[in-house]
């Protein structure tokens, strides 16, 4: 969990019984268990094209100064709405992983189907150096760290910014005053130490924390000294909103001179975004 506050959290460990589990395992058992490790392992691929320019680059990674990642239903929404659909991004890779909500057991390069959980890294050819991540699977604990291992193992770490925008539930916004007072949706903001400009929303307050994998990558930039920053949107609409995923905006205002934005999208587009969604979400399907 990410919070940076300063305070240290104290953390049960089954550490030694677990030890001592594996101990009283049979053969049979420990295949099982290998199998399963190997089943949940996350898989990173990428198009020929950045294959190629990784392999010819000296530390065999791929050049990046600005890696903007979506997690989240509006915080994709907001990324296909208001950016890749007024630029020429193109898909150059994709993150797969199987576990009890997501069901991709091997990579599929490509973009998947509309509406349908997934992970995708897009690229814009005017500008190669920004890479923009869009995440609405579910990746469960025990696969945050190979998600943040293996992603990040392929970048350039050298003069590379982070951007973290993410979906939250308004109902796990903890605060004294009443909601009403300031309204759903509204931003706060998370950043490492690294990062020196001042967030344009004001930052989480104690005692609310971020999960999930937002609050992973959070924490591997920290770790790793990059300069990363979190807008988390506290809304009460779950699924694609068009208000929610309007407050996304001031968050890219830092790369207004690398990415277009669509400040005004057609209503075609956002409608789009609702429908895919009210079809997955169908209570008889």
């Excluded at 998600?147 to 973290?164: H, M, P, S």
């Excluded at 990363?228 to 309007?246: F, G, H, K, N, R």
Aim: charged share 20%.
């Amino acid at each position: 969990m990410a919070t940076f506050f300063g305070e240290v959290l104290s953390v049960y460990s089954r550490a030694v019984e677990e030890d001592e589990d594996l101990e009283d395992e049979n053969e049979e058992d420990q295949q099982i268990r290998k199998e399963m490790q190997q089943k949940r392992e996350v898989h990173v691929e990428w198009c020929s094209e950045v294959t190629q320019s990784m392999e010819n680059s000296t530390d065999k990674k791929l050049q990046c100064s600005d890696f903007v990642i979506a997690v989240g239903p509006n915080a994709a929404g907001f990324l296909s709405a208001y950016v890749l659909n007024s630029g020429n991004w193109a898909a150059v890779g994709s993150v797969s992983l199987w576990n009890e909500r997501t069901r991709s057991s091997r990579p599929q390069f490509g973009v998947p189907p509309e509406g349908e959980p997934s992970c995708v890294i897009y690229r814009q050819s005017d500008c190669p150096s920004v890479l923009i991540c869009q995440c609405t699977c579910y990746v469960a604990e025990d696969q945050l760290f190979q998600w943040t291992e293996k992603v990040f193992a392929c970048i350039q770490q050298r003069g590379l910014n982070v951007l973290v925008l993410s979906d939250c539930s308004v109902a796990e916004y903890k605060t004294p005053d009443s909601l009403f007072n300031s309204g759903a949706p509204f931003l706060r903001a998370l950043k490492s130490s690294r990062y020196g400009s001042q967030p344009l929303c004001p930052l989480l307050e104690q005692p609310n924390i971020v999960t999930g994998l937002a609050a992973a990558v959070l924490s591997h930039c920290q770790i790793l000294r990059i300069p990363a920053i979190l807008y988390q949107c506290y809304s009460d609409m779950v699924s694609p909103d068009s208000v929610t995923m309007e407050m996304y905006k001031p968050a890219l205002t830092c790369l207004s001179k690398l990415v277009k934005l669509d400040s005004c999208p057609s209503t075609e587009i956002l409608r789009k975004l609702v429908r895919v969604n009210e079809a997955q979400s169908n209570l008889y399907t």
